[in-house]
């Protein structure tokens, strides 16, 4: 069974810094995709950040994130981060972490399991 627990979210004022986890159990090596989507109220989700799993540099950000949010992984222990600096009120919305296979991050991706959620509230 596939778990994706995301933790790390919370409120801060902008300008300021969080750091989302996703501990991931049960996946296999064809989920070799991971990232990181987020959805405001009234909105489409949208992909912030992706990584592939083989160490090859491949990611992706959303033109609106980068240079601010960096995603990373920790394989040996199964958990994927986003550090998020610079935060603006217009990055509020409840973050979700994601798994599946592709071939690169860079474009869009099947996603095929789901993590809970994590929100994140940015004030001005």
């Known amino acids: 069974q596939v778990q994706l627990v995301e933790s790390g979210g919370g409120s801060v004022q902008a300008g300021g810094s969080l750091r989302l986890s996703c501990v991931a159990s049960?996946?296999?090596?064809?989920?070799?995709?991971r990232g990181w989507f987020r959805q405001a109220p009234g909105k489409e989700r949208e992909r912030v950040a992706g990584?592939?799993?083989?160490?090859?540099?491949?990611?992706y950000y959303a033109d609106s994130v980068k240079g601010r949010f960096t995603i990373s992984q920790d394989n040996a222990k199964n958990t994927l981060y986003l550090q998020m600096n610079s935060l603006k009120p217009e990055d509020t919305a409840m973050y979700y972490c994601?798994?599946?296979?592709?071939?690169?991050?860079?474009?869009?991706?099947?996603?095929?399991?789901w993590g809970q959620g994590t929100q994140v509230t940015v004030s001005s």
């Open positions: 994601a798994a599946g296979g592709c071939l690169t991050v860079a474009i869009p991706w099947y996603v095929k399991y």
């Open positions: 049960g996946l296999t090596y064809s989920s070799d995709c």
């Open positions: 990584i592939k799993t083989d160490g090859g540099g491949n990611t």
